[in-house]
């Protein structure tokens, strides 16, 4: 399938061409807005495509999704290059991150009310008296023993008069 597929008259399409492209409309939909792999298979299924994990052999770990409809198996990749696992992992992730700004922007900042902690001024003046002397240790200094380097200066090359081998 090559660029442009949203510009294709999908009525003409016959056989796999067809079943390929119902694939990559359904896909993308789900995909939208699905943040987990659970999440997107219960909505493919509900469009009738069944989708089918590859694992890599010996081990539990996923290589790669096919999907099935009507008979048909396509390869994530093959449908298009945007539905290959990695890619399709890539926009759950970002999909369950968006959800979860989403999430913690809805909910209500903290903001402390001093009147009825009885909030005194005072109470932070010896923390505040600490974090002084504390900056005032830590602040670098230059000590006055040490020659003041120019980095800029390029150190010269010592001239041997010997012969070379």
Do not use: C
Request: charged content about 30%; proline content about 3%; glycine content about 10%.
């Amino acid at each position: 399938m090559g660029k442009g597929k949203e510009q294709v008259n999908r009525q003409q399409l016959k056989g796999a061409d067809k079943i390929r492209y119902e694939l990559y409309d359904g896909i993308k939909a789900a995909s939208a807005g699905a943040q987990s792999w659970n999440e997107l298979s219960a909505k493919l299924e509900k469009q009738g495509i069944e989708l089918i994990f590859k694992y890599k052999s010996g081990t539990s770990e996923i290589q790669g999704v096919s999907f099935t409809k009507g008979g048909l198996q396509f390869k994530g990749s093959k449908i298009d290059r945007s539905l290959s696992f990695g890619k399709l992992d890539a926009l759950i992730r970002q999909n369950q991150k968006l959800a979860m700004v989403r999430q913690f922007r809805m909910q209500a900042t903290y903001q402390p009310d001093f009147s009825k902690e009885g909030f005194q001024p005072g109470m932070f003046s010896q923390e505040s008296q600490n974090d002084r002397i504390l900056d005032e240790l830590l602040k670098p200094t230059q000590l006055h023993d040490q020659p003041i380097t120019n980095p800029s200066k390029k150190k010269k090359r010592k001239k041997y008069l010997g012969q070379s081998l």
